[in-house]
């Protein structure tokens, strides 16, 4: 059957304008935000429930139609975005955007799969409620992405990755069958957690079109800083001195490099340089408490004042009021759109132990100096959970396709020095096509071959994402 029939029969199930066979409508859907991959796709579909999801899908499958779910197309390992080969419908879950239920006493709400997760924060807020799950994308990305990406961000240290946050899901199989898990339990030990599979599962097994999520009491008081280092080495010692004082209050610990900082004061609207004089690296350290009586800028001071006499800071800015809060963070998460106009930026996802990263980061920017000699690294992320974004950006002055044609060459030095760490090669962004070769590298073959078997048992003609992740 040709794509225009199929097209039609999709134009019965969903409506025709919901049917995007046009370049100029589909284009949006095509592109990922590295221009790593342009996708080709007979159609974009838009179902508006899950029951059009499950129709569609149940169609798909009886007609051998291969099928790519797409959240906000935000994913930075490609997974959204359909094969060149032309013979992949992309799928968005844009129009399921409902919230369902927000239940503030059981500190839960129940969402489907289209939801920015900005959005989702804001209705968390309306009853006075904390959702943490906290993104440079988070104006754009849906939480659908988020959960099958299992996303991380920068609240993972007191709050834990996405896998921590989801209660129960809902689900469309590869052959249209719906599987209600949308429970709200916080304890439910009736054999295999399912939904387990499909957190992280970047769509290869079933499409979730919605969630229980849980939320958290909102912090009624919050501080930042951000932190003048000398080194990772006394950052991480900062860490653990703030981690030990601190405890569940700290919320938020990050590194940055000077160059990052230049980057964002050279490029990002409203940016300004934190401190007085600069420094090799900064951390940007917050605290918060559910208590008003706590008073947490008592215990900042308390522990940069230790960190001052221990030498381990060299300066260090507190954040007056809540709008210079966001104006610390506003930095921390421009640092990934910054590199952009600086040219080609060869990209690491990657995790150590917490204690390692110190000697991460020293032995892979000395291997990436001596492989492209003038390159600029530019490392950032969440010390304090071991995740480091390990981008190297082009020297300046050189021509951007042959930097990024030694991706493959940086990535297996850097890759090599992180499981000589005994790290992982994606710490919070997935596998899906970038990554996918390298998993043999790093995963034992029962691991691969339970993988296998579980994608085969659920998805058996491979139509759903093929190609990702295995």
């Known amino acids: 059957m040709e794509a225009t029939a199929h097209a039609a029969r999709f134009a019965d199930l969903i409506g025709q304008a919901n049917v995007l066979t046009l370049p100029d409508d589909q284009a949006p859907y095509l592109i990922e935000w590295r221009d790593l ?15 059009e999801v499950s129709a569609v899908l149940n169609y798909a ?27 992949e419908i992309v799928l968005s879950l844009a129009r399921l955007n409902k919230i369902r239920n927000v239940d503030p006493d059981g500190f839960t709400i129940t969402v489907e799969a289209g939801v920015v997760l900005e959005t989702l924060q804001n209705e968390a807020e309306k009853v006075d409620r904390l959702f ?47 599987w209600n898990g949308l429970r709200t339990l916080r304890k439910d030990n009736t054999g295999y957690d399912l939904k387990q599979l499909f957190i992280g599962g970047e769509g290869t097994l079933g499409i979730i079109t919605a969630a229980s999520l849980k939320l958290f009491p909102k912090p009624k008081k919050l501080e930042a800083a951000f932190v003048g280092a000398q080194d990772p080495h006394a950052v991480l010692k900062l860490f653990s001195l703030a981690k030990a ?23 990002l609207d409203g940016a ?3 401190l007085e004089s600069e420094h090799p690296w900064y951390v940007l350290m917050e605290l918060s408490s559910g208590s008003e009586a706590f008073e947490v800028r008592d215990l900042m001071e308390g522990i940069l004042g230790d960190a001052f006499e221990a030498g381990l800071v ?56 001596a492989f492209v000699p003038g390159c600029r690294p530019v490392p950032f992320g969440h010390i304090g959970d071991g995740n480091i974004h390990f981008n190297v950006s082009q020297p300046v002055g050189a021509d951007k396709e042959d930097y990024i044609a030694k991706w493959d060459e940086m990535n297996k030095i ?30 034992q073959d029962i691991e691969l071959d339970l993988m296998r078997r579980i994608k085969a048992a659920v998805d058996p003609k491979g139509l759903l994402n093929p190609g990702r992740i295995l």
């Open 37 to 51: 991959y342009q996708g080709v796709t007979p159609m974009v579909l838009r179902p508006g429930t899950t029951e």
């Open 61 to 87: 499958y009886e007609n051998g139609l291969k099928v790519v779910p797409q959240g906000g197309n935000t994913g930075l390992m490609g997974g959204q975005i359909p094969q060149e080969t032309g013979d």
């Open 132 to 178: 943490p799950l906290s993104l440079g994308a988070q104006g754009s990305c849906q939480i659908g992405g988020n959960i099958s990406t299992n996303a991380g961000g920068t609240a993972v240290l007191a709050y834990g990755n996405t896998r921590d946050l989801v209660l129960g899901l809902e689900v469309v199989l590869p052959t249209g069958e719906i």
């Open 245 to 267: 004082q601190a405890g569940p209050l700290l919320t938020g610990f990050e590194i940055m490099p000077r160059i990052g900082i230049e980057f964002c004061l050279k490029h």
């Open 272 to 274: 300004r340089d934190p």
């Open 314 to 369: 060299e300066d260090a800015a507190f954040a007056q009021n809540l709008s210079q809060v966001n104006d610390f963070w506003h930095l921390r998460h421009g640092l990934s759109e910054v590199q952009k106009p600086e040219g080609g930026s060869i990209k690491h996802d990657i995790s150590v132990p917490v204690a390692s990263v110190p000697d991460f980061l020293d032995k892979a920017m000395e291997a990436v100096d």
């Open 414 to 443: 850097v890759h090599d020095i992180v499981l000589q760490f005994n790290g992982s090669i994606s710490a919070e962004h997935g596998i899906g096509r970038l990554k996918k070769d390298l998993l043999k590298d790093v995963k």
